[in-house]
């Protein structure tokens, strides 16, 4: 029993793996995780490759001395490889549109008191996140009459349609979006990725309401293949 036993385990722990070294050494990690911790992914990989080993290598040290103890893998157990297969064949995208829906412009609950001042470039990449807490929060109002542009993936909202960013501190389970209205622009496809240059629409707040999303007056709208990391 003990050969099935710990043969299971290291076809387990292997699977698991290969799978991690495979998503640390493609694109595949920026779905998951902040670019920095793909190292972190394929030590994980490695490490379960190393145990694997282990295994059947104590594996043949308990044959060589006539040892057979242990019992037989579970099916329960076998079906936890179940999600590792499924994400083998079938990997899943970047968040999108279903966490904007849910999360977005989701701002700190006292006001910033201090922003660093915009650099000076025209018109100015900003990120989505940026912006939104530039707009809702700074009271300087330093977008104001300022040329920006931000790229981003489109999401529409009854007849208006936004320029939306996922993103992450951590990994995908901590993922927070950012959307900004765009105006006086038709609305490209929806989840296609688009560059946008305006200028911010001011508004007035209403204190006792939520912030309002952004608004950009669209100057020009760009389409462009999605980035290779596509969260802020």
């Known amino acids: 029993m003990a050969a099935v036993t710990r043969a299971a385990q290291a076809v387990m722990l292997s699977v698991l793996g290969i799978l991690m ?9 920026l779905r998951y995780v902040q670019p920095w911790m793909r190292w972190g992914v394929l030590a994980t990989g490695a490490l379960l490759l190393l145990f694997s080993l282990a295994y059947l290598w104590a594996d043949d ?64 990449p900003m990120k989505v996140s940026d912006f939104v807490s530039r707009a809702q929060l700074d009271t300087e109002q330093a977008l104001t009459g300022r040329t920006v542009t931000l790229t981003g993936f489109v999401t529409r909202e009854g007849d208006a349609w936004h320029v939306t960013r996922i993103g992450i501190n951590c990994c995908a389970a901590d993922a927070l979006a950012w959307k900004v209205e765009v105006a006086g622009a038709d609305a490209p496809a929806e989840r296609s990725w688009v560059r946008v240059t305006g200028q911010w629409r001011a508004v007035t707040p209403d204190p006792t309401a939520s912030p309002p999303t952004p608004i950009v007056e669209a100057a020009s709208v760009t389409s462009m293949e999605a980035p290779r990391n596509q969260y802020e």
């Open 21 to 29: 070294l495979r998503i640390g050494l493609t694109d595949e990690h």
């Open 61 to 124: 040290e308990q044959e060589q001395h006539g040892h057979h103890d242990g019992h037989p893998v579970p099916l329960s157990a076998w079906l936890l490889l179940a999600p590792s297969l499924v994400v083998a064949l079938v990997a899943p995208q970047a968040l999108g549109e279903y966490v904007a829906e849910r999360r977005a412009n989701v701002t700190p609950a006292a006001p910033i008191a201090y922003f660093e001042p915009l650099p000076a470039a025209d018109p100015l």
